[in-house]
C-alpha cells in the first residue's frame, strides 16, 4: 500500500525558506502513471494546489505561487521536495503531499500533512 | 486562478439527501471531465471520494455520486450518515497542469 509521509522543519522565520520532504514507500515514484504533487491548507481555510513534478523532473505550479516555488525528485532515495522562499505569515499552514494520477486529475493518497508556522 | 465557489455548509437529518455544488469557469470545470472531490475530517488528510466527475473509488459507499452541468460540478450524498459530518472539497484541471480547488463546505449531520 503506497503510503507518503511530509517532514521537515515546523518553525520558519519571516523571510527565510521553506522546505519540505515527501518520502514515498509501498510504490515506485518512478511511475510514469503518477506525477507528485504538494497542497497546502492554511489553518481553517481550504485547500490550495501548490505545483507537481514528474519522476523525469518535469514541474508545474501555481501560477500564484511560481515566483517563489521549487519542485525536486530524488528517485534514488524515493522522495520528493518543496522549496518555498521569502515566506510570510501568510504562508503558515498543513503541507500535504499526494500521488496525482496522470491518467486523470485526482489526488490519492495523501500524506498525513505537515504543520509550518511562519514566525520570528 | 480563482478558487471554485462552493457553498459554506450545507445540513441534513440522517437518511436525507444533500448536495454540494462546485461553480468555476469554462476554463476549469466546464472545460475538461476532470473534478475529483475530497472529504476532510478535522485534522485529518483529505480523502477521495469522487473522480472524473462521477467515478468512485473502490470502498467509497455507493451513496457518493458525482455529476457535472456546464460549468457546475455538484456531489449528491444520498442517505447521510453521521460519519459523513465533515468538509468537503472539489478540485478541477485548468489546463496546462494547472489544477484548483474549490472554497470547501461543512457537512453538518443534524
Known amino acids: 500500500q503506497l503510503q507518503l509521509q511530509e517532514s521537515g522543519p515546523g518553525l520558519v522565520r519571516p523571510s527565510e525558506t521553506l522546505s519540505l520532504t515527501c518520502t514515498v514507500s509501498g510504490g515506485s515514484i518512478s511511475s510514469s502513471s503518477y506525477y507528485w504533487g504538494w497542497i497546502r491548507q492554511p489553518p481553517g481555510k481550504g485547500l490550495e494546489w501548490i505545483g507537481t513534478i514528474y519522476y523525469s523532473g518535469s514541474t508545474y505550479y501555481n501560477p500564484s505561487l511560481k515566483s517563489r516555488v521549487t519542485i525536486s525528485i530524488d528517485t534514488s532515495k524515493s522522495r520528493f521536495s518543496l522549496k518555498l522562499t521569502s515566506v510570510t505569515a501568510a504562508d503558515t499552514a498543513v503541507y500535504f503531499c499526494?500521488?496525482?494520477?496522470?491518467?486523470?486529475?485526482?489526488?490519492?493518497?495523501w500524506g498525513q500533512g505537515a504543520l509550518v508556522t511562519v514566525s520570528s | 486562478q480563482s478558487a471554485l465557489t462552493q457553498p459554506r455548509s450545507v445540513s441534513g437529518s440522517p437518511e436525507q439527501s444533500v448536495t454540494i455544488s462546485c461553480t468555476g469557469t469554462s476554463s476549469d470545470v466546464g472545460g475538461y471531465n476532470y473534478v475529483s472531490w475530497y472529504q476532510q475530517h478535522p485534522g485529518k488528510a483529505p480523502k477521495l471520494m469522487i473522480y472524473?466527475?462521477?467515478k468512485r473509488p473502490s470502498g467509497v459507499p455507493d451513496r457518493f455520486s458525482g455529476s457535472k452541468s456546464d460549468n457546475t460540478a455538484s456531489l449528491t450524498i444520498s442517505g447521510l450518515q453521521a460519519e459523513d459530518e465533515a468538509d468537503y472539497y472539489c478540485?478541477?484541471?485548468?489546463?496546462?497542469?494547472?489544477?484548483?480547488f474549490g472554497t470547501g463546505t461543512k457537512v453538518t449531520v443534524l
Open positions: 478540485c478541477s484541471y485548468a489546463g496546462s497542469s494547472v489544477y484548483v
Open positions: 499526494a500521488r496525482l494520477a496522470v491518467a486523470g486529475t485526482w489526488f490519492d493518497p
Open positions: 472524473d466527475v462521477s
